[in-house]
């Protein structure tokens, strides 16, 4: 949902600042290096000290940069197989910043190791989700599920909960419990989301096995059925 919908508008929103980017000669890769190191250095910086807030008020301004280099490899006419390598490989460090800035406010200042096994959890979750989509779509399958939650709502639902616990340091009372929600909806979601795209992988496997197996049955008899009729063809010629 969150792909169809927000990614379609900030992409409109991004636009003139993606074309400004160009003009100033700057390259896609140059924007996903930079919004990457930004995510990073929000989410491994501020979230260990218990600083949510700020911690995603500087990330959020970073991670944008996922739709602005995007846009700007489409006005440019580059879209490549390298491009899309190196973002995707990069949204996985920025995700497993983000949950491991989670997991070390936790085991530190957090206290809380049941909540810092939730992040790691949605940290390590999070990366197989992505890798079994990948993985499918290498041996062939289409993989044709998109699942609970996917990156844009682990994104979506961490950083906010994040931001607003992080109020609390500003005297808003009650608030800092959102982030250990949010942590939990993730996990749960993301156990689902990997438990559907294994049964769908699991299913479009035997169905594509069974189409080959059908084929070659039916190149097995057609060579029967042509073997027989040069047979034929001989003993009558005879």
Not at 73 to 99: C, E, M, N, P
Not at 145 to 151: D, F, K, P, Q
Request: with cysteine.
């Amino acid at each position: 949902m969150l792909n169809k919908y927000a990614r379609a508008f900030f992409t409109r929103v991004l636009t003139p600042f993606a074309a400004f980017l160009i003009r100033r000669g700057v390259s896609p890769d140059t924007v996903t290096l930079i919004g990457t190191a930004g995510v990073v250095a929000g989410a491994l910086v501020f979230y260990p000290m218990g600083e949510f807030f700020w911690g995603t008020v500087v990330i959020t301004l970073f991670v944008f940069s996922d739709l602005v280099d995007g846009n700007m490899a489409r006005q440019l006419g580059r879209s490549s197989r390298w491009g899309a390598f190196l973002d995707s490989t990069l949204d996985r460090v920025a995700d497993g910043a983000v949950f491991g800035g989670f997991a070390l406010w936790y085991a530190g200042g957090g206290d809380d190791l049941v909540l810092c096994a939730v992040s790691i959890f949605c940290l390590a979750s999070g990366q197989v989700v992505s890798y079994t989509k990948a993985r499918g779509e290498s041996i062939g399958l289409p993989v044709a599920v998109n699942g609970l939650i996917e990156r844009a709502e682990r994104l979506v639902i961490s950083l906010v909960a994040a931001g607003l616990a992080g109020l609390h340091a500003f005297g808003v009372p009650g608030i800092q419990y959102l982030l250990p929600i949010a942590l939990w909806i993730v996990a749960v979601g993301s156990l689902i989301t990997l438990i559907q795209r294994v049964v769908t992988v699991r299913r479009e496997a035997a169905e594509a096995e069974a189409a080959e197996q059908e084929s070659e049955g039916r190149g097995s008899a057609e060579r029967e059925n042509t073997e027989d009729q040069q047979t034929r063809g001989s003993e009558t010629a005879k």
